[in-house]
Nanobody
Framework: QVQLVESGGGLVQAGGSLRLSCAAS????????MGWFRQAPGKEREFVAQ????????SYADSVKGRFTISRDNAKNMLYLQMDSLKPEDTAVYYC????????????????WGQGTQVTVSS
């Protein structure tokens, strides 16, 4: 089992940057595929990015490709999302999640979720 706690959200102007962090508890962090998802008001939760267990493989939603970078530090049990060139449409609650079994963009395949951190981008 793994527990996840996000941090780093906030209010930023369009074009700015934020770095989200996700601290994981447990000794098996390195065995999980990790992902970032987001949910805007009135919308469904959507995939943002994912990273393989060793960090050698990453995938991104088309809407964030080239602007966001996912990374992990297994020695520190940490997951990160560097967000650059932010747009108002990036405004959402961002969640980190862990999947024990699959490299997948489907939220249903992620068993463990953090509580979320709010990101607001003003125009």
């Amino acid at each position: 089992q793994v527990q996840l706690v996000e941090s780093g959200g906030g209010l930023v102007q369009a074009g700015g940057s934020l770095r989200l962090s996700c601290a994981a508890s447990g000794r098996t962090f390195s065995s999980y595929v990790m992902g970032w998802f987001r949910q805007a008001p009135g919308k469904e939760r959507e995939f943002v990015a994912q990273i393989s267990t060793r960090g050698s493989r990453t995938s991104y939603a088309d809407s964030v490709k080239g602007r966001f970078t996912i990374s992990r530090d297994n020695a520190k049990n940490m997951l990160y999302l560097q967000m650059d060139s932010l747009k108002p449409e990036d405004t959402a609650v961002y969640y980190c999640a862990a999947s024990p079994s699959a490299y997948t963009v489907q939220a249903r395949d992620y068993n463990y979720w953090g509580q979320g951190t709010q990101v607001t981008v003003s125009s």
